[in-house]
């Protein structure tokens, strides 16, 4: 993805506090947040869902966060990203990092900028004491000044 990620995660992108009372439900939340953004058409969020169906809860890749995304493809109209904080965690069946409160919808136009931004996404949460304060983002400024000192 060409542009870092607080570029690439508008706030027609970002949805804190949301009530999902499933990991579908909160998937599908980060899916229409990469529509408002004008990342994806609609099919993209089912895409998402399908790929949990069909290879499992993998897309949680941290304690607590899960980064939703599928293949680039059609349904992909720009690189993107999406920001979604849940009131209440929800399981999505992942043996150590569930329950999930934050689910990063991610959308990219080709493999290339697919691996990158979930390197880059990886680098962020992989540091304990960043994520624990990803994990307690109680506003759209909060998260885009912890993105920030990151990017």
Known sequence: MARNLVASLPESA????????????????????LVASGATTPAYGQEMVDAVK??????VIVPHIALAHSRPGPSV?????????????????????????VV?????MNH??????M????????????????????SVGNLKTLLAAYA
Do not use: C
């Not at 979604?84 to 150590?96: A, I, M, N, Y």
């Not at 290339?112 to 931004?117: K, L, Q, R, S, V």
């Open 14 to 33: 970002i949805r804190l506090n949301q009530d999902a009372h499933s990991w579908e439900e909160a998937v599908r939340i980060a899916g229409d947040a």
């Open 54 to 59: 069909t290879h499992g809860p993998y897309i």
């Open 77 to 101: 109209l720009d690189d993107g990203l999406s920001w979604v904080s849940l009131k209440t965690p929800v399981e999505f069946g992942h043996p150590q990092n569930d329950p999930v409160r």
């Open 104 to 108: 990063i919808g991610l959308a990219s």
């Open 112 to 117: 290339d900028a697919h691996i990158a931004t």
């Open 119 to 138: 390197a880059a996404l990886a680098a962020l949460l992989g540091d304990v004491q960043r994520r624990e304060e990803i994990l307690a983002v109680k």
